[in-house]
């Protein structure tokens, strides 16, 4: 699984899955990993910069082979 974003680093660029999913991964205090969403071709992985934040608290992995369309933010 490829890391697309990393949580508390700067968004670079938002990505438009065609035919791969993303999956949204948020830890908890506890240290705990979970998966709290999932992204495909109907949606996109970047919503906080769609918001003007520079970070997500999340991290997205790429969870299913495919492709993606990337836009530089």
Do not use: K
């Not at 035919?19 to 998966?35: F, H, L, R």
């Amino acid at each position: 699984n490829e890391i697309i974003v990393r949580r508390d680093r700067p968004i670079t660029h938002v990505y438009f899955p065609t035919t791969c999913n993303a999956s949204v991964i948020t830890q908890m205090d506890s240290g705990v990993s979970i998966e709290t969403g999932m992204i495909g071709n109907e949606g996109f992985v970047g919503i906080p910069a769609l918001l003007d934040a520079r970070s997500t608290p999340n991290e997205i992995i790429c969870q299913a082979e495919g492709e993606a369309l990337a836009l530089s933010v």
